[in-house]
């Protein structure tokens, strides 16, 4: 059965394996997973999955936002499986062709998940980007058509904002799984940083999110500890 704190992802952007190590040992019995974004990965490779896998029972999230020719990607998401990570990530960029593929080459030994828009991308960047009036007016609808997408091409899921789920659930169905960057607890005055699009654990929870990427409110935390705890009840009150 899953626990409040799987809901957590604690997000390892740090430069080294040392500090990786760090929170790795402090952590992994207080989340479900550990994410391992672009800097990391490519400071360490694959050992810092290896030391995620020996700490605990903490899983892996590969956040690497692939964007690539379908066949690179192909087998970029093969080799992420045979890691063992839970979670890889592939922007639903032009072409669906590269999500199948990701899907394809992962061979069910890891999810896919597709990033439909960033959280710190705001409705002005879409449009400066040259999309539609009707995407840049609402980017909640190219989030929606980029998730349908991503189901199509048979992704686990997707990455969107808290305030999106919601709308990801009635398009794509309740098991199809979202997970939420951009979260920030209430206690934590809800700073944005450099999120545009952000949510409390318990908004997101309450909205179907099934993972929540948690990483200042903790990290910055006195007690890292205890933040990741009472980040753990505040989604236990909001499950009821």
């Given at each position: 059965?899953?626990?409040?704190?799987?809901?957590i992802?604690?997000?390892?952007?740090?430069?080294?394996?040392?500090?990786?190590?760090?929170?790795?040992?402090?952590?992994?019995?207080?989340?479900?997973?550990?994410?391992?974004?672009?800097?990391?990965?490519?400071?360490?490779?694959?050992?810092?999955?290896?030391?995620?896998?020996?700490?605990g029972?903490?899983?892996?999230?590969?956040?690497?936002?692939?964007?690539?020719?379908?066949?690179?990607?192909?087998?970029?998401?093969?080799?992420?499986?045979?890691?063992?990570?839970?979670f890889?990530?592939?922007?639903?960029?032009?072409?669906?062709?590269?999500?199948?593929?990701?899907?394809?080459?992962?061979?069910?030994?890891?999810?896919?998940?597709?990033?439909?828009?960033?959280?710190?991308?705001?409705?002005?960047?879409?449009?400066?980007?040259?999309?539609?009036?009707?995407?840049?007016?609402?980017?909640?609808?190219?989030?929606?058509?980029?998730?349908?997408?991503?189901?199509?091409?048979?992704?686990e899921?997707?990455?969107?904002?808290?305030?999106?789920?919601a709308?990801?659930?009635?398009?794509?169905?309740?098991d199809?799984?979202?997970?939420?960057?951009?979260?920030?607890?209430?206690?934590?005055?809800?700073?944005?940083?450099?999120?545009?699009?952000?949510?409390?654990?318990?908004?997101?929870?309450?909205?179907g999110?099934?993972?929540?990427v948690?990483?200042?409110?903790?990290?910055?935390?006195?007690?890292?500890?205890?933040?990741?705890?009472?980040?753990?009840?505040?989604?236990?009150?909001?499950?009821g």
């Amino acid at each position: 059965m899953k626990k409040p704190k799987d809901y957590i992802i604690f997000p390892l952007d740090v430069s080294s394996r040392e500090e990786a190590g760090h929170y790795i040992r402090l952590l992994s019995h207080e989340i479900g997973m550990f994410k391992v974004g672009l800097e990391l990965f490519i400071t360490c490779g694959p050992a810092i999955v290896k030391d995620i896998h020996d700490a605990g029972e903490a899983r892996v999230f590969l956040d690497l936002k692939l964007h690539d020719i379908p066949e690179t990607v192909k087998r970029a998401a093969r080799a992420a499986g045979e890691m063992g990570v839970r979670f890889l990530t592939v922007h639903c960029g032009e072409s669906m062709r590269m999500l199948t593929a990701a899907v394809d080459g992962s061979a069910g030994k890891t999810g896919i998940l597709g990033v439909t828009v960033l959280t710190s991308v705001s409705a002005d960047d879409i449009r400066s980007a040259g999309f539609r009036d009707e995407f840049g007016s609402d980017v909640t609808a190219l989030v929606a058509k980029r998730a349908a997408q991503a189901k199509d091409a048979g992704c686990e899921g997707v990455v969107s904002s808290g305030l999106e789920v919601a709308m990801i659930k009635t398009v794509c169905g309740a098991d199809f799984i979202s997970v939420t960057p951009g979260i920030r607890p209430a206690w934590d005055g809800m700073k944005t940083d450099d999120q545009s699009r952000v949510a409390t654990p318990a908004q997101a929870v309450l909205n179907g999110s099934d993972y929540l990427v948690i990483g200042r409110p903790i990290r910055d935390a006195k007690d890292p500890v205890q933040a990741a705890r009472t980040i753990s009840e505040e989604i236990q009150t909001a499950l009821g």
